[in-house]
């Protein structure tokens, strides 16, 4: 046997209990893991560096690891966010008064310059005072044990140190994978290439976030007097593509992205489908969902043209009749 199947389905005797598999259930989901790729270092890497590459290799060895662990479906959102630059125009300065690095950002097509301010670490200021390079893309940082430079993208710098400039994180397209390696990380399939239609690059940064999610299967009261709480993928009742299909299949409906109003109906019939299946096969009976990173940070301040901005996205899908309906999350 595996690792894979070892770690998929290791509780798999529960699904059998009568006192789980008789009772009404709900799922919770929630944001187990994530990892965010910017695509402008794939399409144009800085020189001697294949980011392309190293992205690739990175997510065959993240694959490999949830394989081993707890094996789940990559969920992907393709996002925008307003354009962020290092300046080029106003290099890192220290402030000897008040003893802080202050770096300098541009903001969007027009470069508005929004000054940060930081405490001289060891960290930040080294040997001597970072600097832009790669049209601002990166930021060279001397720590105070490092004979070279280490280089930081823009983004990476951000979310890093978790910094807040006021940009929210747009969703333009939510799909799925088992290969993350290659999708949507390639840029070939109709995903990428609709989502980008309407959406100007010399304005946005376009990115790529690869989510895991946790589906936790609640049960409700049963004459049995046992409730349980158990990961679906621990228990493996409704396997890891059907899974992370129908967990796709409600993110597209609700975020309901332009560049998937094409396959709307299409998609909502899957959504349908996998919930009436949910509910026939397995007796769970909505599925809500809780979407917020562990670490704030405004790169998880998402919306779409139809949910608006939020740090969090708690609701709930359920079935009535031949409608999914869209609701309030379901109370524990």
Same mark, same amino acid.
């Given at each position: 046997?595996?690792?894979?199947?070892?770690?998929?389905?290791?509780?798999? @005797?529960?699904?059998?209990?009568?006192?789980?598999?008789?009772?009404?259930?709900?799922?919770?989901?929630?944001? #187990?893991?994530?990892?965010? @790729?910017?695509?402008?270092?794939?399409?144009?890497?800085?020189?001697?560096?294949?980011?392309?590459?190293?992205?690739?290799?990175?997510?065959?060895?993240?694959?490999?690891?949830?394989?081993? *662990?707890?094996?789940?479906? @990559?969920?992907?959102?393709? #996002?925008?966010?307003?354009?962020?630059?290092? *300046?080029?125009?106003?290099?890192?300065?220290?402030?000897?008064?008040?003893?802080?690095?202050?770096?300098?950002?541009?903001?969007?097509?027009?470069?508005?310059?929004?000054?940060?301010?930081?405490?001289? *670490?060891?960290?930040?200021?080294?040997?001597?005072?970072?600097?832009?390079?790669?049209?601002?893309?990166?930021?060279?940082?001397?720590?105070?044990?490092?004979?070279?430079?280490?280089?930081?993208?823009?983004?990476?710098?951000?979310?890093?140190?978790?910094?807040?400039?006021?940009?929210? +994180?747009?969703? $333009?397209?939510?799909?799925?994978?088992?290969?993350?390696? +290659?999708?949507?990380?390639?840029?070939?399939?109709?995903?990428?290439?609709?989502?980008?239609?309407?959406?100007? +690059?010399?304005?946005?940064?376009?990115?790529?976030?690869?989510?895991?999610?946790?589906?936790?299967?609640?049960?409700?009261?049963?004459?049995?007097?046992?409730?349980?709480?158990?990961?679906?993928?621990?228990?493996?009742?409704?396997?890891?593509?059907?899974?992370?299909?129908?967990?796709?299949?409600?993110?597209?409906?609700?975020?309901?992205?332009?560049?998937?109003?094409?396959?709307?109906?299409?998609?909502?019939?899957?959504?349908?489908?996998?919930?009436?299946?949910?509910?026939?096969?397995?007796?769970?009976?909505?599925?809500?969902?809780?979407?917020?990173?562990?670490?704030?940070?405004?790169?998880?301040?998402?919306?779409?043209?139809?949910?608006?901005?939020?740090?969090?996205?708690? @609701? *709930?899908?359920? $079935?009535?009749?031949?409608?999914?309906?869209?609701?309030?999350?379901?109370? $524990?």
């Amino acid at each position: 046997m595996d690792g894979a199947m070892k770690s998929r389905g290791f509780f798999s @005797f529960i699904k059998d209990t009568p006192a789980y598999k008789d009772s009404e259930k709900n799922w919770y989901v929630e944001l #187990a893991d994530y990892t965010v @790729f910017w695509f402008d270092l794939m399409i144009n890497s800085p020189p001697g560096i294949d980011f392309q590459k190293v992205a690739a290799e990175y997510l065959k060895d993240y694959r490999d690891a949830v394989k081993e *662990s707890n094996d789940k479906r @990559f969920v992907y959102f393709i #996002a925008a966010r307003q354009k962020v630059r290092f *300046s080029t125009r106003k290099s890192p300065k220290y402030s000897l008064t008040k003893r802080e690095i202050i770096i300098y950002l541009e903001i969007g097509k027009k470069r508005t310059v929004r000054k940060l301010r930081f405490l001289a *670490s060891p960290s930040l200021s080294g040997r001597r005072l970072p600097i832009i390079v790669d049209n601002g893309r990166f930021i060279s940082i001397w720590g105070s044990d490092q004979s070279k430079p280490v280089g930081v993208s823009v983004h990476e710098f951000l979310m890093g140190e978790n910094i807040n400039i006021g940009i929210d +994180t747009e969703i $333009l397209y939510v799909g799925s994978t088992d290969a993350p390696a +290659t999708r949507p990380l390639k840029r070939d399939h109709r995903g990428y290439s609709d989502s980008l239609y309407d959406t100007p +690059t010399d304005e946005r940064d376009i990115f790529v976030y690869y989510n895991l999610f946790k589906a936790t299967s609640v049960t409700q009261s049963n004459p049995y007097l046992i409730s349980f709480a158990v990961s679906n993928s621990a228990i493996d009742e409704v396997q890891k593509m059907e899974e992370g299909i129908l967990l796709e299949h409600g993110l597209i409906h609700y975020f309901g992205t332009k560049s998937q109003e094409k396959s709307k109906t299409l998609e909502y019939g899957r959504l349908r489908e996998g919930l009436r299946r949910l509910s026939a096969n397995y007796k769970i009976e909505s599925v809500t969902y809780y979407i917020q990173a562990a670490t704030p940070t405004e790169y998880w301040h998402l919306y779409s043209r139809q949910v608006p901005v939020n740090h969090r996205h708690n @609701f *709930s899908l359920s $079935l009535a009749g031949e409608e999914v309906l869209l609701g309030e999350p379901v109370e $524990l």
